[in-house]
């Protein structure tokens, strides 16, 4: 379809029924329209109205359950959210790549040569070129097409706006040249490909497989190079509840040693058991060992070994309780789940700046407005930033306003749990 054909169908409600089945309510489509009419416009004003287009769309994730547990070879849930990076693409008949994200400048990326360059870590033109490679090296074919893009991810908000690009591009090279023959995994796994060796910066699979995959996905790491990765069937739009992210605005510099201690602290367990990670350990046998370990590692090492091997059960709860459509003891997962990153894993503040604790204001208002109807947890790495509160539609806006009020205009984002990842958003 040609673009203007394209913005023709989207205004006169043609192409409904294709948004709703990835924004889900009326409501949702017609505020995305205007999105996709400026981003089709962009692509005319760059590269013409002369080619047929291709619409395609991936999810930023949110983490569910399962708190700093993938670095040590644990289990987790995740979900893609309504928020989503979106491109408009035609093909090329060369091995040129011109991108051009809404608000940056334009990527040109060559992928006749696809060797990573150590200068080009960090930009996003590494990335479209390690996804290529990616999906080159799994046997795919690859070739150059012209995009216009815009994401609403927010990126610094725990929603992966990164992993959201990585798999937009990975999704475009799907379509056009594969014909959506590329399963979710292959997708996700060249996505990260791209975000460890061409951006350099290193990163597991679960933000790449929630925004491939799609709606509710639990992922076992105890197998790093084969995980177990699972979709989730459950209609979160029927269960009388929304998805709130709260953004507290927190400080996140000076965070990175507050973070690896984390991950250093639990192998210290593990290496004290004679092991390389915590999934490697037995809980029995970590709990007979106490007195032994209390004299090798710090209390706060076991507190958070007691959070991972905990953390791994309530994963399953939440998986078990979505599955069997009991939403009670879902919320009852999600909370413990945050109780236990407050007193055991301690990622809700940073030590080096007890004073400052917007993550903690935001868990004990959200206590105080939802004990015994919703559920409320840090999301993400911790320390600052975000927290995730699951709220009865009927206290939205209870919540939203006592929240903004507190946090700022703007600090509570409602999102929807997308049934689907990435995807051709019009056949």
Known sequence: MKPNELIAKIENGELDKSFKKIYVSDSAVE?????????IKEFINLFGDDRDVFVLSAPGRTEVCGNHTDHNNGKVLAASINLDAIAIAAKRDDMKINEKSEGH???????????????EYGRSSSMIKGVAAGLKEKGYE????????????????GLSSSAAFEVLIATVINHLYNDGKIDAV??????QFSENV???KPSGLLDQMASSVGTFVT???KDTANPVIKKVDFDFAKSGYSLCIVDTHGNHSDLTDDYAAVRGEMEAVAKAMGKN?????????????????KEKVNDRALLRAFHFFGENERVDKAVSSLENNDFDSFKQAITESGYSSFLYNQNVYSPKNPTEQKLSLALCISEKLLNGKGAWRVHGGGFAGTIQAFVPNDMLDAYKETINRVFGDGSCHVLIIRPVGGARVID
């Open 31 to 39: 505020e995305q329209k205007p999105r996709y009419i400026r981003t």
């Open 105 to 119: 400048g334009l990527n040109e990326v060559d992928i006749s040569t696809l060797s990573p360059d150590e200068a």
């Open 142 to 157: 690859i070739g150059g097409f012209d995009a216009c893009t815009t994401s609403d991810v927010m990126g610094g908000s």
């Open 186 to 191: 292959t997708v996700a796994k060249a996505a």
């Open 198 to 200: 061409y951006f350099g």
């Open 219 to 221: 992922i076992d790491f």
């Open 277 to 293: 990670v915590l999934r490697e350990v037995e809980y029995e046998e970590f709990f007979q060992s106490l007195d032994v370990l």
